[in-house]
């Protein structure tokens, strides 16, 4: 087949690599056309002829994965900074697949211990379930019972590993204020059992954070750790930096506030669900996934900086 060239884009296949997926027309270049195969396995582009190959036009217009991947990128590498141009969508997404080829399902964003991966985040998410859902959180708040709270959560903060020393320190003193303790748990109670989420119930559960006595503990972190392991379909959780910096990347504003408030968690949600639309189908289920999205994009284009 003939490929010229405004054909930049179009989708392929090889028909004697059916394994490999549609493959999308990267670049044409010197009398070549480069090409990025779907499945094929690993990243290097395959080189064609234009007007003498073993390829074929694909029946499809188009694919969900490839569409997210942009066109042959510059040869020169650029620096990130914070006056450099917003990546697109395709360029972050590239960083993410040269982490995670294998995307949601990759065995190294399932089990990644460095990141946390989705394994021992659901992992706590079903701690979480199974020592406060169905109410049982409620009954112990109503009775006081302090004690039963903290057997059952210290577990759970012992199993993640999304705060850092001085943040869980900070969480495991204001646990021994018995009545801050009650205040935090009594707030978020009202955050989780609201069927939206909405200021109506978190500004309340941030004033309760920015209110009490241990100053260590009113982190944005802190803030946001239980609400995102308890329902990771609803609720984000911030790590400042790396949030920070992805959002200028990206050009989204994150209208970020250091103390933790309705407006700067608001703006999160808004733009997390936007991510989750886009990433979903490339198996994307929920903020456990959409929240290391942020991390590998973030660090990979720091270390791209520092070339």
Not at 69 to 77: A, D, Q, S, T, W
Not at 174 to 202: K, N, T, W
Not at 220 to 244: D, E, I, S, V, Y
Not at 282 to 299: I, K, S
């Amino acid at each position: 087949m003939q490929i010229n060239p405004t054909d930049a884009g179009k989708l392929v296949e090889l028909p004697i690599k059916t394994e490999w997926g549609p493959g999308k027309i990267m670049k044409i270049e010197g009398g070549y056309a480069y090409i990025h195969f779907r499945d094929c396995g690993d990243r290097m582009l395959k080189k064609y002829l234009v007007d003498e190959n073993p390829l074929k036009w694909s029946e499809l217009r188009s694919d969900p994965l490839l569409d997210g991947v942009g066109l042959m990128p510059e040869k020169r590498v650029r620096k990130i900074t914070g006056s450099s141009r917003h990546l697109s969508f395709g360029e972050a997404l590239n960083f993410f697949l040269a982490r995670y080829p294998g995307r949601f399902e990759d065995p190294a964003f399932l089990d990644n211990a460095r990141e946390g991966g989705r394994r021992l985040r659901e992992k706590s998410w079903k701690m979480f379930e199974s020592s406060f859902g169905d109410g049982q959180l409620r009954q112990m708040v109503q009775r006081k019972d302090i004690r039963v709270i903290l057997d059952r959560v210290l577990p759970i903060l012992r199993a993640q590993n999304l705060l850092i020393r001085d943040e869980l320190a900070g969480f495991k003193e204001m646990l021994g204020d018995e009545g801050q303790a009650l205040a935090y748990f009594d707030a978020l109670i009202r955050v989780l059992e609201d069927p939206l989420v909405r200021h109506e119930s978190m500004n309340p559960y941030f004033e309760a954070i920015r209110n009490g006595s241990v100053a260590g503990f009113s982190k944005w972190p802190n803030a946001t750790l239980l609400p995102f392991l308890a329902q990771p379909g609803r609720h984000m959780f911030l790590r400042p930096k790396a949030l920070r910096g992805f959002s200028s990347l990206m050009g989204n504003n994150l209208m970020y506030e250091p103390q933790p408030n309705w407006r700067t968690y608001n703006a999160l949600l808004e733009m997390s669900r936007d991510y989750l639309d886009k990433l979903a189908p490339l198996g994307a289920r929920d903020f456990l996934d959409v929240q290391v999205f942020y991390l590998a994009v973030h660090e990979a284009a720091t270390e791209k900086a520092r070339l």
